[in-house]
């Protein structure tokens, strides 16, 4: 760290009392920067120009400080000037300036410009006999052959610059010393860091802060390479808050990114993403193409971490870019690897094993250990995944010869884990507990995602040895690993996705739907079902406990502290189901063989039903859909798949129930499960249904049900829709394309009679139709006081990516018209129903732990009681009469979910086909209630 007092004396230094040279004025120049103060430089060096416009001392520290301030064009220019003055003339100051230049063609990603330049001040600094000047050439050329040559030439790069070394010089010996400790640290070789702490010291002597800084990041990097975290991360913030305050953003961008990625390597994906982001501010305030490019890398990396593959594709594409442009080999190699994991992850192990074995090849050639010890471990994963555990063994016991050629620790090398899951895969659940505890062994408390998924696999080992006692334990021991980790995630989205965690050995695959089905079939249904639940709908949850809080307090939502929402009781959720003609059916997947449990909850008691493993069913699921949107006879599939997922969960219910709440999961939220037929019969022939994110959820909004009381509506239909403008912002321009991408924002005149006919049924309503059904009308409309909201409009739902997920109203007002989930959930509602009667409204991105993501989430988390959403595109017709249908039956005093199947029965005895009532789905507390209205009787 450099002391503020230091900085103060740099600063008092006298002037020299002779003529600066290059060196003196680059110190100068940094100082000023460091302090803030570069006016008064900046001033000299205008009034030296002034008196003459060719002087070299002048120009050189104009130039210099261009470059330091990172107005590279500005400095370029002098840089050109100076290197085209005659000898006689230019002096010292030529090989400087083509230093300076290289230095930024280096930040800018241009390797061959960098490389021919440094050589060029080389033959400079030679023709002058300026030793200092040929050292720091040589010092460039061994960083760019760092990036694009092996490490030996790199490292014999350097020992020429020391051969011509001036006597007495602290900082150039400390930029050769921390140039080879870089390549070293590379390699994983121990040497590293004592080469590195020798640079910072001699740096220090010399009073080269930006040096030292360079040094401790050097050596950070060497300790987390050789597998010392505590170190590495020490000096890696000593070495960010001295850059900081040099103001050096180029050092302090290749700092963040080194600390994200160890940040990264530990779980700690929350940091790891801000300093990430942190990095790449700086990097693009600076210039510098390097830490963009593996901020962008590992970015990525974290996004397979929380398996989100549409940012992960994103990141990597512009890492590989940035790679390529830097020359980087091992960069490109390291994204290609990162490429090739994602077509793993994305089922496509053919081509993942393609991309892997020849990367392994060249990583071996280069005798990149590190690189190889990776590529090896995912072409294990792909052997074990492919049911061949002699290959995987062999590749594994090659990736530990790699890791330890690296100087990795031995309980790194061992590979407990990934030898474990290999074990457990074969039939060896004995051998699996064993490596399993060693490798939660070999964990630190920071590193909850190991431990998780060791305790996970613990589980899965103890129940293949029929102890289910034990493996519940170990199933809750790495539950509460994950919620202690969630816990201590500051960002909403993380939070989310810190239940997606991925092995990266095995994928998505964590045996955790056995172990809940093991426990409910050996008589604990209550555990499974508590088990099960904390994995749900959690941040749903978290944000209506936070609404809820706020709203007994009088506070604002976004001023009142989370509530844990992580437990909820099987008893809790039997003693407040309505009444004894309801159930609840919680499902229970995993990926895989892994079977599905249905989870009945009565007000009688609870049972568990095992059936088929999702994967086995999704033909099923999309057969069904397939018949149903295309208006074909449906009685098979629907019957074939009724009887797989509800046959064995209904045939037990007790007498009676005629109220289902379902709470999916998986490709489950994608069923109609009102139009599946059961032993002959519709589903909706004899239950009112409704879905819901989770019990917990259920719970929270059967708590907080209004009375019934009188109902205004609010609808929005027929909105003159926003169009394209090359001066819109990229964010508007990407929904209208995405919309446009789908068949566009087409003119929607029957909506608006659809929500003219809709407000009728309810006193003192409104309809916003063309220009007035604006977002900024919704934005500013007092919502609290409506009790239904419809809205009759385009939707465009993403199902990858949930940020381009939005609503279609018009524009003005300063609004765009693209109503997105995250304004969705920032509305102030108070309404018993929301109704998005618009085009597969009830879809979106499926995230593990907390359902779908879409727009059916931030409609209860703004304080919707019960979302009305469709399932696939639904007729103008269809919609309409549907929806009028339920709306009068609402009208009339039914509760919601009774409303919804009356209009659905009712459709069916009209002859409207499936595609037309079965694609609406009532989210939430299907049990509300309106007053009755005085327009339906």
């Not at 910072?200 to 010392?228: D, K, P, T």
Request: net charge positive; aromatic share 6%.
């Amino acid at each position: 760290m450099l002391p503020r007092v230091v900085v103060l004396s740099l600063l008092a230094f006298a002037p020299l009392t002779r003529p600066p040279g290059p060196r003196d004025i680059v110190r100068e120049t940094e100082r000023a920067i460091a302090s803030g103060d570069t006016a008064a430089l900046s001033s000299r060096f205008r009034r030296a120009l002034g008196r003459d416009s060719l002087d070299p001392r002048a120009l050189f520290a104009r130039a210099t400080l261009a470059r330091l301030s990172y107005r590279y064009i500005e400095a370029s220019h002098d840089y050109d000037r100076l290197r085209a003055f005659p000898a006689a003339v230019g002096g010292r100051f030529r090989a400087f300036a083509a230093l300076g230049q290289a230095e930024m063609f280096f930040i800018a990603a241009r390797e061959s410009d960098a490389t021919a330049v440094s050589a060029a001040a080389l033959q400079l600094a030679r023709a002058t006999s300026d030793s200092s000047a040929q050292v720091l050439a040589l010092v460039n050329l061994g960083i760019v052959r760092l990036r694009s040559a092996a490490p030996e030439v790199a490292l014999a790069t350097f020992d020429s610059a020391a051969r011509v070394l001036p006597a007495g010089d602290p900082e150039l010996r400390a930029r050769i010393a921390c140039g080879r400790a870089s390549v070293l640290a590379r390699q994983a070789r121990a040497t590293a860091v004592s080469e590195a702490r020798t640079g910072a010291r001699l740096a220090r002597r010399a009073g080269a802060w930006r040096v030292v800084a360079n040094c401790l990041h050097v050596q950070a990097s060497g300790y987390e390479r050789l597998g010392r975290p505590y170190e590495a991360d020490r000096l890696f913030d000593t070495a960010a808050t001295l850059a900081r305050r040099l103001g050096d953003r180029r050092e302090l961008a290749t700092i963040l990114q080194w600390r994200g990625y160890a940040a990264f390597d530990r779980q700690q994906l929350d940091s790891a993403q801000r300093l990430l982001g942190d990095a790449i501010i700086e990097g693009e305030a600076a210039g510098s193409i390097s830490p963009l490019a593996w901020s962008a890398l590992n970015l990525g990396e974290v996004s397979i971490a929380l398996d989100d593959p549409v940012s992960a594709e994103q990141h990597m594409a512009r890492a590989l870019e940035l790679m390529r442009r830097l020359g980087d080999q091992w960069g490109i190699n390291q994204a290609l690897s990162f490429t090739a994991e994602l077509a793993s992850l994305a089922g496509d192990d053919e081509r993942a094993r393609g991309m892997y074995t020849e990367l392994a090849n060249t990583a071996a050639k280069i005798s990149d250990y590190s690189l190889l010890a990776e590529l090896e471990g995912q072409l294990a994963a792909i052997a074990a995944r492919s049911h061949d555990p002699a290959t995987a063994m062999k590749l594994l016991d090659e990736e530990s010869d790699a890791l330890r050629r690296i100087g990795r620790p031995p309980e790194w090398a061992a590979l407990s884990y990934e030898r474990g899951v290999v074990a457990l895969w074969t039939g060896q659940p004995v051998v699996a507990e064993r490596l399993f505890r060693a490798a939660l062994q070999a964990s630190d408390t920071s590193q909850h995602v190991a431990r998780y998924l060791a305790q996970t696999r613990l589980a899965s080992a103890r129940l293949a040895r029929g102890d289910t006692v034990d493996a519940e334990r170990w199933l809750t021991h790495a539950t509460d690993e994950l919620d202690t980790w969630r816990a201590g995630l500051n960002d909403s989205t993380l939070r989310v996705l810190a239940f997606q965690v991925v092995d990266r050995f095995s994928g998505k695959d964590l045996g955790t739907a056995s172990v809940l089905a093991g426990i409910a079939q050996s008589g604990h249904v209550a555990s499974a079902f508590e088990l099960a639940e904390r994995r749900r709908a959690r941040q749903l949850r978290d944000a209506l406990l936070r609404m809820r809080t706020a709203k007994t307090l009088g506070a604002r939502r976004r001023d009142v502290t989370a509530v844990d929402a992580s437990r909820v009781t099987l008893d809790a959720i039997a003693g407040a189901l309505p009444d004894s003609a309801t159930a609840l059916i919680e499902l229970v997947t995993g990926r895989g063989a892994q079977p599905t449990t249905a989870i009945v909850v009565t007000k009688r008691g609870a049972y568990a039903v095992t059936m088929l493993p999702i994967d086995e069913m999704r033909d099923d699921i999309a057969r069904l859909l397939a018949v149903i949107t295309s208006d074909r006879p449906d009685s098979a599939a629907s019957t074939r798949l009724g009887n797989e997922l509800l046959g064995g969960a209904l045939r037990r219910l007790p007498p009676g129930v005629t109220e289902l709440v379902i709470v999916p999961e998986d490709a489950f939220y994608r069923v109609p499960f009102a139009a599946l037929r059961v032993n002959g019969r519709r589903v909706v022939d004899r239950f009112a249904v409704h879905v819901a994110p989770s019990a917990a959820v259920a719970l929270a909004l059967w708590r907080e049900r209004p009375p019934p009381g009188p109902a205004r509506m609010l609808a929005f239909g027929d909105p003159r829709f926003p169009r394209d403008d090359a001066r819109d912002p990229p964010a508007t321009r990407a929904h209208f394309a995405a919309f446009a991408s789908l068949g566009g924002l087409t003119s929607l005149p029957a909506s608006a009679l659809e929500v003219q006919a809709a407000v009728r049924w309810f006193p003192r309503s409104e309809a916003l139709v063309g220009a007035a059904a604006s977002e900024s009308n919704l934005k500013r409309a007092k919502l609290e006081q409506y009790r239904l909201v419809h809205f009759a409009t385009h939707a465009q739902v993403d199902e990858r990516a949930p940020g381009r997920t939005a609503i279609a109203l018009a524009a003005g007002g300063g609004d765009d018209g693209y109503v997105t989930s995250g304004e969705l959930g920032s509305l102030n509602l108070n309404a018993d129903i929301v109704m998005l009667s618009g085009c597969s409204t009830a879809l979106g991105l499926i995230v593990g732990g907390e359902g779908i993501l879409g727009l059916t989430g931030p409609l209860l988390q703004a304080g919707s009681h019960s979302v009305v959403a469709t399932l696939w595109p639904v007729s103008d017709r269809g919609s309409a009469e549907f929806v009028q249908s339920f709306y009068r039956l609402l009208a009339g005093g039914m509760r919601a979910t009774d409303a919804m199947r009356g209009a659905q029965l009712e459709s069916i005895a009209h002859g409207a086909p499936p595609r037309d009532w079965a694609a609406f789905e009532l989210t939430g507390d299907g049990f509300v209630r309106l007053g009755r209205s005085a327009t339906s009787r």
